[in-house]
């Protein structure tokens, strides 16, 4: 004879394991062709420019370098959960320090919620990002 309720039963939550899928938002404008169209047309022709090399200063590349750093830390940053991890961050610039939260980055502006009100900074302006009054480096 079988019991066919358990013989121990714990009341508990149900345990559930979310993965974050970052949504994606693209407009296709793809234009198709039928594949007859595309013989008629003649090879493309681009231009050649002559490649004159260019001696940077070091002081130029120094900056090439340090943008470039400070543009992947802020791409790193501009994670959601990170964004709430690594809050508060102090950007400083030749003019001052922002101190706040990360909000966005478009092309070349950061934009930073520093007490209710977002601040707008260039890319180029930045020369130091700290978190916790250290330096962050990823």
Not at 47 to 69: H, K, R, W, Y
């Amino acid at each position: 004879m079988r019991n066919e309720k358990p013989l121990l039963f714990i009341s508990s939550p149900i345990i559930r394991k979310y993965r974050y899928i970052p949504i994606v938002e693209e407009e296709s404008t793809s234009v198709f062709e039928p594949e007859h169209s595309r013989g008629s047309e003649g090879p493309v022709v681009l231009p050649v420019t002559e490649n004159v090399s260019v001696q940077e200063s070091p002081e130029i590349e120094n900056e090439l370098v340090a943008t470039q750093l400070i543009r992947q830390s802020l791409e790193y940053l501009h994670h959601p959960f990170r964004k709430e991890l690594y809050a508060p961050l102090e950007i400083i610039t030749e003019k001052g320090s922002i101190k706040g939260k990360l909000h966005g980055i478009e092309n070349e502006v950061v934009w930073i919620n520093s007490n209710k009100e977002i601040t707008s900074v260039r890319m180029e302006e930045i020369l130091d990002i700290l978190w916790k009054q250290q330096s962050f480096t990823i």
